[in-house]
Nanobody, 114 residues
Framework: QVQLVESGGGLVQAGGSLRLSCAAS????????MGWYRQAPGKQRELVAT???????NYADSVKGRFTISRDNAKNTVTLQMNSLKPEDTAVYYC????????WGQGTQVTVSS
């Protein structure tokens, strides 16, 4: 079965950095578009960044220039490097795979203190 396992969340001060990773299994990873989404308390889940099977990337305006999404097809992982973090980046971050249908990881908490 398809599994997406996120890691790397935590507590960081504003201006700091975190690196999230998502390990995928049960899919043909190199052919699968991947993405990171987040959901803050009381808000809807929103797109953070996506990366196509060919490596093309797309970012939410709120994270452009601060976050970088990348993929390692040899390791079946997708990574989100988050720099210059702000308190408004606090949310649960979810990995997503578009493989015949949409799959989600369990989420990892990111908390940015001011």
């Amino acid at each position: 079965q398809v599994q997406l396992v996120e890691s790397g969340g935590g507590l960081v001060q504003a201006g700091g950095s975190l690196r999230l990773s998502c390990a995928a299994s049960g899919i043909i990873f190199r052919l699968t578009p991947m993405g990171w989404y987040r959901q803050a308390p009381g808000k809807q889940r929103e797109l953070v960044a996506t990366i196509s099977s060919g490596g093309g990337t797309n970012y939410a305006d709120s994270v452009k220039g601060r976050f970088t999404i990348s993929r390692d097809n040899a390791k079946n992982t997708v990574t989100l490097q988050m720099n210059s973090l702000k308190p408004e980046d606090t949310a649960v971050y979810y990995c997503q795979a578009q493989y015949l249908q949409t799959y989600w990881g369990q989420g990892t908490q990111v908390t940015v203190s001011s």
